[in-house]
Structures are given as structure tokens and as C-alpha cells.
């Protein structure tokens, strides 16, 4: 080969990266505005015009799960996926379940225990699911039986966020910031919080605690 052949072949090499590169900036303009996100494995879900769309890496373009979504739905916390099962809450309050990553959907609502008006957030762990609602958690492992998590008073406690580290589930409420122990009570661990809660997030021991108008705030966890 000579040198000049050597040269464009490197150019064609170098070439077809950057255009891998130009079409993965496309697909990340094209996905501009979404509403609700959940990322499992290399799966993507997104909410976008009312639609429920998934991309799997190596896959060319995004796909329509056939769901509407309804025109309220973006709200970060109303989808989460674990593994081939995702879950989608909707404003009206009815719960969707897939079980093959989003080809079928399942409305489950009326296996749920608890009577309330919307989600707060949905978080999916392995096999396990917690959804926080306006009038208590409820949690499950199949989507199938489902069980409400209450305080050591049978009281049910409005959690806004959640928040999992291995096997220890935190929540925030206007009350304060709770743990929830190996009965499946929650025990208040922070009797005060700065301002209302967004997120929590956990990292190095410790709970942060992203507020509305104060900023952010962490309590040690050891």
C-alpha cells in the first residue's frame, strides 16, 4: 500500500467516526423538550408530545411504545424502568405496567390499595417498585400484590421523593426526611426540612436534599 492509499484510507477511518459522532448529536436534537426520562441497562425511555418513545443502543432511531401518555404527563418521577419492566404513571392517576420493555402495557390501577388523586414519584429497583403518591407509598414486587407502607402509627405519610442505597429507601415529606426499616415502616431520621423538597440524592454516606427556593442541603448517613 502506498503512502497516499495509506492516507485516504486513515481520512475514510477518521471520516466515519465523526459522522457516528454528527448522527448521535442528531439523535440528541431530535429528542430536545422531552418530559419524563428513565434509563435502564442501555435502554432509553422518554416522554415526548404525549408519546412514549424507547432507544436501545445500536439502534438507529426512537421508537413509538404506543402509549399516550396524556397531555399532563411530563413530570420527571412518572416513569422508572427496571430490566424489561417499566412503569408509567399517569396525571389521572392510572398506573401502566410493561413486562417485555414497553411493546405491551398493562393498566394495573385497579390492583392498587390505596385511593389517591396523582404520583409524586415512581422508582423501580430490580424486581421492586415504590410509587409515592399524595396520600402514601405504595410498594410492590410483582405489580401485582401491593402493599402500603405506613409509619409505626398505621399512619400513611406523604413522601415527595425517594431516594435507594442497596437495600435502604429514603423519603422526603413536608414533615421531614424519613428511612424506611426492615419492617417496611418509615422512622423519621430528620424531623425538619429547609424548604419543599425536589430530589434527594444519595452519594459518599450522605442524603442530599435538593429544595425548591433554598438550595441544597445533605445529612450524614452514618
Do not use: C
Not at 148 to 169: F, P, Q
Amino acid at each position: 500500500m502506498s503512502s497516499e492509499d495509506a492516507n485516504i484510507l486513515n481520512l475514510r477511518k477518521k471520516t466515519g467516526k465523526l459522522k457516528d459522532k454528527v448522527e448521535g448529536i442528531k439523535l440528541l436534537f431530535n429528542i430536545v423538550g422531552v418530559g419524563a426520562v428513565a434509563v435502564t441497562d442501555n435502554t432509553f425511555y422518554i416522554d415526548r408530545n404525549q408519546r412514549l418513545f424507547r432507544w436501545r443502543k445500536g439502534y438507529p432511531e426512537w421508537l413509538d411504545l404506543g402509549l399516550d401518555t396524556g397531555e399532563d404527563f411530563g413530570y420527571a418521577g412518572s416513569l422508572a424502568a427496571s430490566g424489561d419492566t417499566v412503569y408509567v404513571g399517569k396525571k389521572d392517576g392510572h398506573l401502566f405496567q410493561s413486562l417485555d420493555a414497553g411493546n405491551n402495557w398493562q393498566d394495573i390501577t385497579s390492583s392498587l390499595p390505596l385511593m389517591f388523586e396523582e404520583f409524586n414519584e415512581i422508582v423501580s429497583v430490580g424486581s421492586k417498585v415504590y410509587v409515592a403518591t399524595n396520600n402514601g407509598v405504595l410498594f410492590s414486587e410483582t405489580g401485582k400484590k401491593w402493599r402500603v407502607l405506613t409509619d409505626n402509627t398505621s399512619s400513611n405519610i406523604e413522601i415527595v421523593s425517594l431516594a435507594i442505597d442497596g437495600n435502604t429507601v429514603f423519603g422526603a415529606s413536608d414533615s421531614g426526611i424519613y428511612e424506611l426499616d426492615n419492617k417496611g415502616e418509615w422512622w423519621i431520621i430528620s424531623p425538619e426540612v429547609p424548604d419543599n423538597v425536589e430530589e434527594l440524592v444519595i452519594h459518599d454516606e450522605k442524603l442530599y436534599i435538593v429544595t425548591k427556593k433554598r438550595g441544597m442541603f445533605y445529612i450524614p448517613l452514618n
